[in-house]
């Protein structure tokens, strides 16, 4: 009986099954970073002291995918930490992805006053302090300006480093981030992997 081909050149075997262990694992990572989970880096002050640079973090992609299922648009909570695609960006800039906090949704009116943000709403028509349940997070004063309504299908976001220009985000009118439209959010932030002393869940 004659030996097949891959018999006669076990060489041969072997690279075609690490092509196709490579090729399941390509293909697995692209799945996972889709429909899963994606882990992004935190790149300059905006979110001190609740972040800093070089923080790694583990974004949960699976409210997106769900709500995709659904061919819904994934809405976060307020309050959430959220990861998003800089719906300014262009070949050669280098934050194409960009860490905020939730603070308000389509249709509130958002102001600024006394160092804090006011979010209007049906519910609230005397305004409240968004961030009241962010367990004493960012807790800074926030300055700037701000004074609109967040126009259908977008969140307005915020840093969690507030004064001066340390956090480019939906305040300060056309010279900010702007308010951002819901298919551009990555998800919400769960966790911090790194630094290891500093591992917590968001």
Excluded at 71 to 84: D, L
């Amino acid at each position: 009986m004659e030996a097949s081909f891959l018999q006669r050149h076990p060489f041969v075997k072997d690279a075609l099954n690490i092509a196709i262990f490579i090729f399941c694992v390509l293909i697995g990572t692209l799945l996972i970073n889709t429909f899963i989970f994606r882990s992004f880096s935190v790149i300059g002050p905006s979110m001190e002291s609740t972040m800093y640079t070089n923080d790694r973090l583990i974004v949960n992609r699976l409210p997106v995918t769900w709500a995709q299922l659904q061919n819904k648009s994934y809405i976060p909570e307020r309050g959430q930490i959220i990861v998003f695609k800089n719906p300014h960006y262009s070949t050669g800039m280098s934050d194409e992805y960009i860490v905020k906090r939730v603070i308000a949704f389509p249709g509130e009116r958002v102001t600024i006053q006394d160092g804090r943000y006011v979010v209007y709403n049906d519910e609230f028509p005397d305004g409240f302090n968004p961030d009241d349940a962010n367990h004493g997070e960012p807790g800074v004063p926030t300055s700037g300006t701000a004074d609109e309504i967040v126009p259908v299908g977008e969140l307005f976001v915020s840093g969690d480093h507030r004064q001066g220009n340390y956090s480019l985000d939906s305040r300060n009118g056309s010279s900010g981030l702007g308010t951002i439209p819901f298919y551009d959010v990555v998800g919400p932030v769960s966790m911090r992997i790194f630094p290891f002393d500093k591992v917590r869940g968001f």
